[in-house]
């Protein structure tokens, strides 16, 4: 029991640093952006292929997957958002435009074999690949009834600190209080002086290059890394996460990432594997009919 | 491009080789009707494939156990789904925007990961095989019933619920003030989306020996194309979900040549069309197209007079 719990605080860790940067681009832009699995999934990928098919050490590789996941954010604020915003579309146009680009992201990595288009980005196409052992420093101690891999327990002091530091750099900094400024009022902020467009590109940078440290970890710590780890394990659970903490709010993405973990792994203990996936859907549903505004928001925003 | 060039120069063959690609288009377009109702009435449902689902494997185990004829496994299907519509309308009508779109979510996938693919007489994750289904047949029926569908979703948004719906979805506010049941015409709209999916699952259920349990299938994956359809072909008419099913049905072969690089072009266009049609394909502004900021403008003098 003490082992599922520790499984359930460390892939909690994992949903908690991927909702982080989802929910921080909602409270900003009240979008939500679906192109935030597909660059959790290509931190992950690009990392792997850095060390393997390009010789790089595992360090450089990542600070290259964390640098790259950020500058994707760039490009979802110039090609996604950016542009509907000058146009007043309504925010479900953003969801299309994300879409797309998660799409383009998922076909690149899917479609690198050696020799085609992005064989310089990724070799295996959709198989799902794992770093051999050794080519990361992996020790495992056993304290009584626990295992504990280093790969899974670095998840937690790793995605802590930086939930903590995006904590104090939002509430603490002058970058934090303009953040918190154009999430409450673009208009107002503007009218203060902010270069509102920077701030939210800003924005979409942390939040992609979170993304790209959870897609890291997760692939690191799980030895599974393909296309579609994004779709398949945090895209949704992404979603289910914010809105158990509500909907815009840090510390409730951090909370509802941990109750995730825990509400999965106690479903698979007390009802089977097959109940995983249900359950958390279940939760994320009731929570919504019952609270929706989680259990960290403040108030409901009514906008599409 | 062949496949354009058979349309027109041979359609008759073109008819026969494609009959399921036509079929497909018949249930996407029905499908994308049951999205243009929620949106016409201002809410951003994503639960069509969970009714979907109802509808389907209503009609397939029916079929399977019973016996029974087909029409009556289908009205049964869409009977079910619009029931499990109301039930699931009542607590989440409530919500509004995203927060009603991730309901929905939490609803479709709750249905399917937790139920479909737990349930044993569902065939679990292996899907359930459909010894009655009629792939070719069945094209008929799936056309016949998009004709309808459109003419009655089309009638409605003329008449007084449209009115209502239209209203909702400008300002909800405003609508209650003027004394419009809000909550009623919502739920209507709702259900009836209900009920267009379900029928819409059971139908394809009707052209596919196998249902599929499947993310693509009865999932979000699916939910988010629906919602492409309707978002690109132009949420503000009838027709424009119809043009937008269509053409993002038609996008693998309209693409076909950029072969093993079909989904990247797929995302491109998506993000173009978006952006620079952010009301969709079918919408106002007749062809026009938004100039992007980057557009040299031209002088006045050149532009061609409005109207």
């Avoid at chain 1, 979802?76 to 998660?102: K, N």
């Avoid at chain 1, 815009?248 to 973990?261: F, H, Q």
């Avoid at chain 2, 689902?53 to 009205?75: C, E, K, R």
């Avoid at chain 2, 292996?126 to 094209?139: C, E, F, R, V």
Wanted: hydrophobic content about 55%; aromatic content about 10%; proline content about 4%.
């Amino acid at each position: 029991m003490d082992q599922q719990i520790l499984n359930a605080i460390f892939i909690g860790s994992i949903y908690a640093l991927f909702a982080v940067g989802y929910t921080l681009v909602f409270g900003v832009l009240d979008i939500l952006n679906l192109a935030h699995s597909a660059v959790f999934m290509l931190g992950a990928a690009l990392t792997y292929s850095l060390v393997i098919n390009h010789g790089q050490s595992f360090l450089v590789a990542c600070i290259i997957g964390v640098a790259a996941s950020g500058l994707m954010g760039l490009v979802i604020e110039h090609v996604c958002l950016r542009p509907l915003r000058r146009r007043r579309a309504p925010p479900i146009a953003a969801l299309i435009s994300t879409v797309g680009l998660a799409l383009i992201i998922v076909a690149a990595i899917e479609q690198g074999q050696r020799g085609t288009l992005f064989g310089w980005l990724w070799v295996d196409g959709a198989n799902s690949v794992a770093f051999p052992p050794g080519t990361i420093p992996n020790p495992t101690w056993h304290i009584g009834d626990l295992t504990l891999e280093a790969s899974k327990v670095a998840v937690i002091p790793i995605s802590v600190a930086l939930m903590l530091a995006l904590g104090y750099v939002i509430r603490y900094t002058q970058v934090g209080r303009a953040l918190r400024a154009v999430a409450e009022n673009p208009r107002a902020a503007r009218l203060m002086g902010l270069d509102v467009d920077r701030m939210i590109s800003l924005t979409v940078v942390i939040s992609s290059a979170l993304g790209g440290v959870a897609g890291i970890l997760f692939g690191v710590a799980l030895g599974d890394i393909s296309p579609y780890i994004g779709r398949d394990n945090v895209e949704v659970r992404g979603l289910a996460v914010i809105v158990l903490g509500g909907m815009g709010s840090i510390p409730g993405a951090v909370v509802g990432g941990y109750l995730l973990g825990l509400i999965e792994v106690f479903a698979v203990v007390a009802l089977g594997s097959g109940a995983r996936g249900g359950v958390a859907f279940a939760a994320l549903f009731l929570m919504l009919v019952l609270r929706p505004q989680g259990l960290f928001g403040a108030q409901l925003r009514e906008k599409i | 491009m062949d496949f354009f060039i058979q349309l027109f120069s041979d359609p008759v063959a073109f008819w026969n080789s494609h009959t399921l690609l036509i079929a497909q288009i018949g249930i996407n377009s029905i499908l994308a009707s049951s999205m243009f109702l929620v949106l016409y009435s201002g809410q951003l449902s994503l639960a069509a494939p969970g009714f979907m689902a109802i509808g389907a494997y209503t009609s397939v185990l029916m079929d399977q156990y019973w016996h029974t004829p087909l029409a009556l496994n289908i009205a049964a299907g869409v009977f079910l789904a619009g029931v499990l519509g109301l039930l699931v309308g009542l607590p989440v009508l409530r919500l509004r925007g995203v927060f009603l779109a991730i309901a929905t979510i939490g609803f479709i996938e709750a249905l399917r990961l937790g139920v479909i693919l737990n349930v044993p007489i569902t065939g679990e994750g292996l899907g359930l095989k459909n010894l009655s289904a009629d792939p070719l047949g069945g094209i008929y029926l799936v056309l016949v019933s998009l004709v309808v569908v459109l003419f009655v979703v089309w009638r409605l948004t003329k008449g007084r619920v449209g009115a209502a719906w239209a209203a909702i979805r400008q300002d909800e506010l405003a609508a209650l003030s003027q004394g419009i049941d809000v909550a009623r015409y919502k739920m209507i709209a709702f259900v009836l989306s209900a009920i267009l999916a379900g029928f819409a699952g059971a139908l394809e259920a009707h052209l596919n020996f196998f249902v599929d349990p499947g993310d693509a299938q009865y999932g979000v994956a699916r939910a988010v194309q629906i919602l492409t359809f309707a978002v690109l072909g132009g949420s503000g008419y009838v027709l424009g979900p119809v043009v937008g099913a269509l053409i993002i049905t038609l996008l693998p072969w309209i693409f076909q040549a950029q072969g093993i690089y079909i989904n990247i072009v797929t995302g491109v266009f998506l993000i173009a069309v978006i952006i620079f049609r952010p009301q969709g394909i079918v919408g106002r502004g007749g062809l026009a197209i938004i100039r992007p900021a980057w557009w040299p403008r031209r002088s006045r003098a050149h532009a061609p007079s409005p109207g």
